[in-house]
């Protein structure tokens, strides 16, 4: 069995190996096997919470590869603590639409303490202690970057920085209960597919 690919092997075989193969699929090479590792993650949530701390840790050093599979194991396994925080707020700015869209959702899902959690992460302790609903302050943080210029790689970090704060926004707004006609004219410069995708996979009005 040790020889095996992952695509070989029953969900019982995954979980007698104490889901290893799925860890080994998920830090190695092999495309395909990472697909196929991710649809296991979907398929047995609860078993891999023995993997949390590879999904943490490749969600942070992996890519945008690694921060896909934390957030499809996050969204079917239903939870949240304060140590998803950073990962999340580096898919929060995710190129890939649909893992940036999944991550505001989950976001949503978990607020007011997963909001509360990544804003510490982005600007601190003091975010908790900022003046205002967190609505209110994450749009003025949000209008703060919009006005910052300087060298390239500043403004590179701020870019980052304004997709993370919008969409931790985003998420603010969906727990609030506005709707994504209301949204989309508070958020102009964000993705249409971004709004379409929660529309229709996490069900938003």
Partial sequence: MADMRISELSDQDIIAWGMR?????????????????IEILKRLPEEADALEDTLVEIALTKGSRGREA???WLGYR????CGFAEPISEALCDPQTLVRA??????????PKSVSDIGQVLFGASFGRSS????????RKLDETKRKSGA????L??????RQVRGLLFAQLLANGEKMSGIRSHLIEED??????????????
């Fill in 132 to 139: 205002g609903t967190p609505t209110v302050v994450l749009s």
């Fill in 102 to 111: 999944d991550a505001i959702g989950l976001v949503a899902k978990w607020a």
């Fill in 21 to 37: 193969p799925v860890d080994e699929a998920l830090r190695g090479d092999s495309l395909s096997d990472f697909v196929m590792a």
């Fill in 152 to 155: 390239e790689g500043w403004i």
């Fill in 70 to 72: 934390f957030v499809a």
């Fill in 192 to 205: 249409s597919l971004v709004f379409a995708h929660l529309h229709y996979y996490h069900g938003y009005p």
């Fill in 157 to 162: 970090r701020e870019m980052k920085t304004k």
């Fill in 78 to 81: 239903g939870i949240w603590k």
